[in-house]
């Protein structure tokens, strides 16, 4: 396949706020041995992209600088030692960096067909999602059937993937919302209960609706929930933090529930993470949970589209948090 010289990409000439970026051109990426390049189709806008343009979340060393870490698209090349994909191939994938662009090169082990019946819209807007719900709700916190979950933020992106997950993992499923229209939303996803942060207590609402408390709590407020978040774990509760959008610092916290309770308390972060770790999740993504998205009992909540050039209104959108689901960008 002859593949162009030049391609569009969004540049990130200087971190700050959403007008910084602007579309430009310039060499298509090249392809390391493990990697295959996808002419993308779509691709997803995530938090941390935007803590990336912001100048909080550089990318790791050898990653590209172009923001974007989900894209779906066909495979044009494949690079040496690159396994389970031919040209041609329609797949979706965690990148670690560079979805903004026509074409992205992603480890062929964090690469997943689409599953089927899905557009490249739809497709684009599992990886980030699903990667990171998958590890940290599942692998590490260990949901099971049967136990009680608060989800933080119900109505992002991860809030409706995990509300969906854990309830066709058949476990009981709290969150927190901000507005009526959100609660109703997650609600309809699966939620037993949606609880407005705005005006109500939500560590008050678990104590007087649960059986002493949930057994996880999927958390990306952090600081400024830690200590609701303990008193709100049963006993032998795990705490699973994945963002730090209420701050990373807690001060004078109380830390005798943790010893009292048997508590867990765990974090992480997805772009870290080794390529095996990501290859592990991966499969497993691919062994429990693209059955479900093909059966229809899950499926991506999808906001909003904006064309590729349209980027700095979809970063505008997603810092209001007014969005319920995910935000995508069309890119061919």
């Not at 996808?38 to 806008?45: N, Q, S």
């Not at 609660?183 to 109500?200: D, H, Q, S």
Request: hydrophobic fraction near 45%; include cysteine.
């Amino acid at each position: 396949m002859s593949l162009p010289t030049e391609m569009r990409f969004i540049d990130l000439p200087q971190t700050g706020a959403p007008e910084v970026m602007r579309l430009a051109r310039g060499p298509l990426p090249d392809l390391r041995p493990g990697e295959i390049l996808i002419r993308v189709e779509a691709a997803g806008v995530n938090r941390p992209d935007v803590a990336q343009r912001s100048g909080g979340y550089p990318p790791p060393p050898g990653a590209s600088p172009i923001l974007g870490l989900e894209v779906a698209g066909e495979v044009v090349a494949i690079g040496t030692g690159a396994e389970g994909f031919a040209i041609g191939d329609k797949v979706c994938a965690l990148a670690n960096g560079g979805g903004y662009a026509d074409y992205c090169a992603v480890p062929a082990t964090q690469a997943l067909p689409w599953p089927r019946g899905y557009d490249a819209i739809r497709a684009a807007a599992l990886p980030e999602t699903y990667f990171t719900v998958w590890a940290n709700l599942f692998m590490m916190a260990g949901l099971q059937g049967g136990e009680t979950v608060l989800v933080h933020g119900g109505s992002s992106g991860i809030g409706t993937t995990a509300i969906q997950l854990a309830r066709a993992t058949g476990a009981n499923v709290f969150t927190t919302v901000g507005n009526e229209a959100k609660a109703k939303a997650c609600v309809k996803l699966g939620a037993t209960r949606a609880i407005n942060y705005r005006t109500e207590d939500f560590a008050a609402v678990i104590k007087a609706e649960t059986r002493g408390g949930v057994d996880v709590i999927l958390d990306m407020i952090a600081a400024s929930y830690f200590e609701k978040n303990l008193a709100s774990l049963a006993k032998d509760g795990r705490l699973s933090i994945i963002s730090l959008l209420g701050g990373a610092v807690v001060e004078n916290a109380n830390l005798a529930p943790i010893m009292v309770k048997r508590l867990h308390v765990m974090g992480s972060t997805m772009r870290p993470r080794t390529a095996k770790e990501k290859q592990e999740i991966r499969d497993q993504l691919r062994d429990r949970v693209w059955p479900l998205l093909e059966s229809g009992d899950i499926a991506p909540v999808i906001h909003s589209v904006f064309d590729l050039d349209k980027v700095v209104e979809a970063h505008q959108l997603m810092e209001t948090s007014d969005h319920i689901g995910k935000i995508m960008l069309t890119v061919a």
